[in-house]
């Protein structure tokens, strides 16, 4: 005589099946949270190397404070204007802020490309395309800022730091690669 599973076994495997999907997902949003430190990080100390050679220490978090956060001030004397450690700690808290979701999306991108290799080339795509309409926009909207910063050294502050995100993401999913070449 066969015994039929009961409804306590499914249940109990589909409560299982539950958690560790949700103990994936928050493995996953850790791992884009520590992403999106080490890449709000990388382009911080990349300014502060750059503002510390011109003379002026944490002016880069200041200027990008400012305009964030006292636009009605305008941005005519942006060149001239004094490091302020208030704007300079309120810059800091949004910029890691929108690090770590920026981190969470690519960890949550890397493992979809994981589960489908197809989608690695549209991940790759959104990347370039999402530099590419970063400076757009900056240039369009906050042309005093670019001229205050130079837009190389943002944009290469955003490779250093994609890179850096790139290198930890890439220890983490190892077989993305391995899924991705042809």
Same mark, same amino acid.
Request: one cysteine or more.
């Given at each position: 005589?066969?015994?039929?599973?009961?409804?306590?076994?499914?249940?109990?495997? !589909?409560?299982? $099946?539950?958690?560790?999907?949700?103990?994936?997902? /928050?493995?996953?949003?850790?791992?884009?949270? +520590?992403? =999106?430190?080490?890449? #709000?990080?990388?382009?911080?100390?990349?300014?502060?190397?750059? !503002?510390?050679?011109?003379?002026? *220490?944490?002016?880069?978090?200041?200027?990008?404070?400012?305009?964030?956060?006292?636009?009605?001030?305008?941005?005519?004397?942006? /060149?001239?204007?004094?490091?302020?450690? /208030?704007?300079?700690?309120?810059?800091?808290?949004?910029?890691?802020?929108?690090?770590?979701?920026?981190?969470? #999306? #690519?960890?949550?991108?890397?493992?979809?490309?994981?589960?489908? *290799? !197809?989608? =690695?080339? =549209?991940?790759?795509?959104?990347? +370039?395309?999402? /530099?590419?309409?970063?400076?757009?926009? $900056?240039?369009?909207?906050? !042309?005093? +800022?670019?001229?205050?910063?130079?837009?190389?050294?943002?944009?290469?502050?955003?490779?250093?730091?994609? #890179?850096?995100? =790139? $290198?930890?993401?890439?220890?983490?999913?190892?077989?993305?690669?391995?899924?991705?070449?042809?």
């Amino acid at each position: 005589m066969k015994t039929q599973p009961s409804a306590t076994n499914s249940s109990q495997a !589909d409560s299982q $099946a539950s958690e560790g999907r949700t103990m994936y997902q /928050e493995k996953l949003y850790q791992e884009g949270m +520590v992403a =999106g430190i080490i890449g #709000a990080v990388t382009i911080a100390i990349w300014f502060l190397i750059l !503002d510390t050679v011109k003379g002026r *220490p944490l002016y880069t978090p200041t200027v990008l404070g400012t305009v964030l956060f006292r636009r009605r001030e305008g941005f005519a004397s942006l /060149e001239n204007l004094p490091v302020s450690s /208030e704007m300079v700690l309120m810059y800091t808290w949004v910029h890691g802020l929108v690090f770590c979701i920026i981190g969470m #999306a #690519a960890s949550r991108l890397l493992a979809l490309a994981e589960q489908n *290799p !197809d989608y =690695g080339f =549209g991940i790759l795509l959104f990347f +370039v395309i999402f /530099e590419v309409g970063f400076l757009a926009i $900056a240039m369009a909207l906050a !042309d005093p +800022v670019l001229q205050a910063l130079a837009w190389p050294a943002v944009l290469l502050g955003n490779l250093l730091s994609a #890179a850096a995100m =790139g $290198a930890y993401l890439l220890r983490k999913h190892p077989g993305i690669l391995t899924k991705i070449r042809p």
